[in-house]
T-cell receptor
Framework: AQSVTQPDIHITVSEGASLELRCNYS??????LFWYVQSPGQGLQLLLK??????LVQGIKGFEAEFKRSQSSFNLRKPSVHWSDAAEYFC????????????FGKGTMLLVSP | KAGVTQTPRYLIKTRGQQVTLSCSPI?????VSWYQQTPGQGLQFLFE???????NKGNFPGRFSGRQFSNSRSEMNVSTLELGDSALYLC??????????????FGPGTRLTVL
């Protein structure tokens, strides 16, 4: 069964500083990987996804993520954080099984300090 | 194109009652999945429906059930509510459940509070 680990529950970053959120997955085959963001009281918004091809993927709001098969990682990065980026971020893996089921990590809460 | 809609957005119930939540997928999407989000357990998969049939089910008790209608709209029902059922219930739709992964699009969720 697949699993996702986000080792950091909370991260605080100064506005304008760079950001990296960690995600490790466990899955036997090539995974479908996603990063979602959730603002308080809201649903999930897709930031970016990796299905195949180029291992560095670009997303919305200036985010990018790099798939590293050797490390089973899919870390999310942003070069300069804005106060509006404060939210909870979820990494997820989807299985190539004909279903659409996603397995989520526990999430990382990003706090942005002035 | 309209996104996934969920009704109601907020709901307050008491223990022992039952509740029905509704989800309307993106037009043309045939698969609907439900997830429960709680602070302690995070996001957990409940079930997936495709063409009115439950295709996949998560590890939840039988009090949690669902169905899908011919227009792909879906409902989930929770009977005999417990305090621990308080959660944000998210619905997601995808275009077609077939070979390979089908990207899911999430609705805003229904916030259920059980008193």
């Amino acid at each position: 069964a697949q699993s996702v680990t986000q080792p950091d529950i909370h991260i605080t970053v100064s506005e304008g500083a760079s950001l990296e959120l960690r995600c490790n997955y466990s899955y036997g085959a090539t995974p479908y990987l996603f990063w979602y963001v959730q603002s308080p009281g809201q649903g999930l918004q897709l930031l970016l996804k990796y299905f195949s091809g180029d291992t560095l993927v670009q997303g919305i709001k200036g985010f990018e993520a790099e798939f590293k098969r050797s490390q089973s990682s899919f870390n999310l990065r942003k070069p300069s954080v804005h106060w509006s980026d404060a939210a909870e971020y979820f990494c997820a893996v989807g299985a190539d099984s004909g279903y659409s089921t996603l397995t989520f990590g526990k999430g990382t809460m990003l706090l942005v300090s002035p | 194109k309209a996104g996934v809609t969920q009704t109601p957005r907020y709901l307050i119930k008491t223990r022992g009652q039952q509740v029905t939540l509704s989800c309307s997928p993106i037009s043309g999407h045939r698969s609907v999945s439900w997830y429960q989000q709680t602070p302690g357990q995070g996001l957990q998969f409940l079930f997936e429906y495709f063409s009115e049939t439950q295709r996949n089910k998560g590890n939840f008790p039988g009090r949690f059930s669902g169905r899908q209608f011919s227009n792909s709209r879906s409902e989930m029902n929770v009977s005999t509510l417990e305090l621990g059922d308080s959660a944000l219930y998210l619905c997601a739709s995808s275009l077609l459940a077939g070979d390979g992964y089908n990207e899911q699009f999430f609705g805003p969720g229904t916030r259920l509070t059980v008193l």
